[in-house]
T-cell receptor, first 114, second 112 residues
């Protein structure tokens, strides 16, 4: 497809479980971002990849959160031992990575932790 | 630290009236500035951006924004609101690094 895709669109899990969220960026986009958006808030930065490496992971809230992008394209956000406070919409965006380039967002994954 | 402030979490305008959504930022260097729109159950879509050059930027759907360095503002305007403009609007700032900082959003309601 032409845009950023994210799967699943919705994920319901129980407290303490492990989840993986997937992001397929636009082809050719070297930069990939993960954000978390809570109800009534703007997107909150989590992590940024340039190519395969995590160039900035300062937004990850704690060590339960981890993300990978092994081949410089698809990325997976992994959350261990989920907590109810992790419930949010997780957004992925990609860009050409150059200063001034806008990000293109996916539709998000709505995570609900019961 | 970078911050983005959107004054007014909810704005209501009549159809055909002027739309004004406010955004102020804090930055120690000239930033890149963006406005995104989010329609219900959809992803964020870029409306317009300021990088360099002309401070008045025109975007899609008749929106425009003006970068005012002295006021550290980047307010979004549209001369005549349409029902289809009802959505959530986010202002975002990027400095020299790669982090984007988003405001908390403004929900626009258009009254027929």
């Amino acid at each position: 497809g032409a845009g950023v895709s994210q799967t699943p669109s919705n994920k319901v899990t129980e407290k303490g479980k492990y989840v993986e969220l997937r992001c397929d960026p636009i082809s050719g986009h070297t930069a990939l971002y993960w954000y978390r958006q809570s109800l009534g808030q703007g997107p909150e930065f989590l992590i940024y990849f340039q190519g395969t490496g995590a160039a900035d992971d300062s937004g990850l809230p704690n060590d339960r959160f981890f993300a990978v992008r092994p081949e410089g394209s698809v990325s997976t956000l992994k959350i261990q031992r989920t907590e109810r406070g992790d419930s949010a919409v997780y957004l992925c965006a990609s860009s050409l990575g150059l200063a001034g380039n806008e990000q293109f967002f996916g539709p998000g994954t709505r995570l609900t932790v019961l | 630290a970078q911050s983005v402030t959107q004054l007014g979490s909810h704005v209501s305008v009549s159809e055909g009236a002027l739309v004004l959504l406010r955004c102020n930022y804090s930055s120690s260097v000239p930033p890149y500035l963006f406005w995104y729109v989010q329609y219900p159950n959809q992803g964020l879509q870029l409306l317009l951006k300021y990088t360099t050059g002309a401070t008045l930027v025109k975007g899609i759907n008749g929106f425009e924004a003006e970068f005012k360095k002295s006021e550290t503002s980047f307010h979004l305007t549209k001369p005549s609101a349409h029902m289809s403009d009802a959505a959530e609007y986010f202002c975002a700032v990027r400095e020299t690094g790669n982090q984007f900082y988003f405001g908390t959003g403004t929900s626009l309601t258009v009254i027929p």
